[in-house]
C-alpha cells in the first residue's frame, strides 16, 4: 500500500540544535555528535528491513521503497551524494545536476551551509577524491586515517539532518555509481527507548572503525538526541545511564576513549538529556 501524502518536512525537525567549540575543528565535532546514535540506528534498520531485497525510488514523487515477500516499506529519501568507482570521486548532491527538488537534495544543501560557514572543504567541494593521496595532491584536506571520505560525508548529512533516527540507503545508480540517500518514515521506523545491549554495540563499533574523535563529545551528543539517557561525570569516568544499565568510559588525556565495562541491570529513571551484504551494507564502503 503506496503512501502518497507522506509529507518530506514532516520527517525532519527543523529545530535542530548543535553546540560546537569555537577552538576545535568543526567536522569532527559533527561527527561526534551523532555517530553512536548513528551506528544504532543503522543496524536496527538494517535488522528490519534486510529481508526487503527490492527496492525502487521517485524522486519526483520524493519515495523511496523496499518490497519482498515480507512486505513493504515506504521512506522519504534526501539525496546526499554519489561514488563513483571508475573516477574514484564523491560527488556531493547539492551540486544538484540532475535538477533534483530543493527538498529531495534539502539535507545535502544544510551540509553545504554548514561547510561554507565553517569553511570545512570536505562539504563545500563538489566533487573531490575518494583516495587520500589524490586528496592531499589537490590540496584538500586530509581525513583521519582509515575513516572514508563517504563515511565522514554521510555522517555530517546525519548530524545535520534532524531525523531522530537518521538512517542511510544506498542504491546503484548505474555501474560503478552508487548514489547514498538519507530515509526517514517514522510512522514505518523509529528507534524502541535506548537499552544497553545496542547502545553498547553501537558504541563499540564506531570505535572499531575510528569515527570518534573526541570521546566525550560522542557521548555527549548520544545522550542530547535520545531520550531518557543521562550523562553522568563519576570521578575520572563517564557514564551513559540507560534505563536498563549503565555504560562507563574511560578517557585518556586527548579525549580518547581508553576503557568501557558496563552493568546491565535496572537504572533509576533519568530525565532527559539537554546488511544484509549487497543491497543493504553494513558498513560504510566505495
Not at 560546537?20 to 548513528?38: C, E, G, R, S
Not at 561514488?83 to 527538488?101: H, K, L, P, Y
Not at 542504491?171 to 510512522?187: M, Q
Not at 538526541?225 to 575520572?236: F, N
Request: aromatic share 8%; with cysteine.
Amino acid at each position: 500500500m503506496s503512501h502518497p501524502h507522506l509529507d518530506p518536512t514532516s520527517v525532519r525537525n527543523p529545530s535542530l540544535s548543535l553546540s560546537l567549540d569555537p577552538d576545535a575543528a568543526k567536522l569532527p565535532q559533527l561527527i561526534d555528535n551523532v555517530v553512536i546514535l548513528a551506528f544504532e540506528a543503522q543496524k536496527a534498520f538494517i535488522e528490519r528491513f534486510g529481508g526487503l531485497p527490492q527496492w525502487g525510488v521517485d524522486l519526483d514523487a520524493q519515495l523511496l521503497w523496499l518490497e519482498g515477500e515480507q512486505g513493504r516499506a515506504e521512506f522519504v529519501p534526501f539525496f546526499l551524494g554519489t561514488a563513483a568507482e571508475g573516477s574514484d570521486t564523491w560527488m556531493w548532491g547539492w551540486n544538484n545536476i540532475n535538477g533534483f527538488s530543493a527538498s529531495v537534495v534539502g539535507i545535502a544543501n544544510d551540509v553545504l551551509a554548514f561547510g561554507e560557514h565553517f569553511a570545512e572543504q570536505a562539504l563545500t567541494v563538489a566533487q573531490q577524491p575518494l583516495d587520500a593521496a589524490n586528496r592531499v595532491a589537490q590540496g584538500l584536506p586530509a581525513l583521519q586515517p582509515d575513516v572514508s571520505l563517504v563515511r565522514v560525508c554521510v555522517l555530517a548529512a546525519q548530524a545535520l539532518s534532524g531525523i531522530a533516527a537518521p538512517v542511510w540507503y544506498v542504491a546503484k545508480a548505474a555501474p560503478g555509481s552508487d548514489a547514498w540517500f538519507l530515509l526517514s518514515n517514522p510512522a514505518q521506523f523509529a528507534l524502541p527507548p535506548a537499552t544497553f545491549l545496542p547502545t553498547l554495540a553501537a558504541l563499540t563499533d564506531a570505535l572499531a572503525v575510528g569515527a570518534i574523535t573526541h570521546g566525550a563529545a560522542a557521548l555527549a551528543g548520544y545522550a542530547s538526541r535520545r531520550e531518557g539517557v543521562a550523562l553522568i561525570e563519576e570521578g575520572p569516568n563517564l557514564v551513559l545511564r540507560l534505563t536498563d544499565g549503565d555504560i562507563r568510559v574511560t578517557l585518556d588525556d586527548r579525549g580518547r576513549i581508553t576503557r568501557m565495562n558496563g552493568t546491565a541491570g535496572a537504572s533509576a529513571p533519568q530525565p532527559p538529556a539537554e546488511s544484509r551484504p549487497g543491497l543493504l551494507r553494513r558498513m560504510f564502503g566505495r
